[in-house]
């Protein structure tokens, strides 16, 4: 009878936990690279965040050959991030490292 009641319990336990998709130890980053996007998306500060470099050095060479036409890229970007549900926005860029939109 004791054990069951340990079952139970645990499995109580298990329902009240907020679900999550992505990992706890894994921060998602979806609010910093959307601000940072709109704010600064010209420079690819965004893409550096998630760790996409060669995406960020692109994104910069954009700006700079387009007279900084190529940063609204950057903004764009920035909001289709916020746009995003939590685990969507985790699966798609942190997840499977999808880099452009």
Known sequence: ???EQETNQQTQSQFNQPHRQYPPHQENKK???GVLGIVA???GVHK???GYTNEGLIQIAITIFTCGVGGL???IEGIIYLTK???EFYETYQVRKKPWF
């Open 85 to 87: 549900s939590d685990e």
């Open 1 to 3: 009878m004791n054990t």
């Open 41 to 43: 998306g010209a420079l």
């Open 31 to 33: 609010v910093l690279a």
């Open 73 to 75: 890229l950057g903004q």
């Open 48 to 50: 550096f965040v998630l």
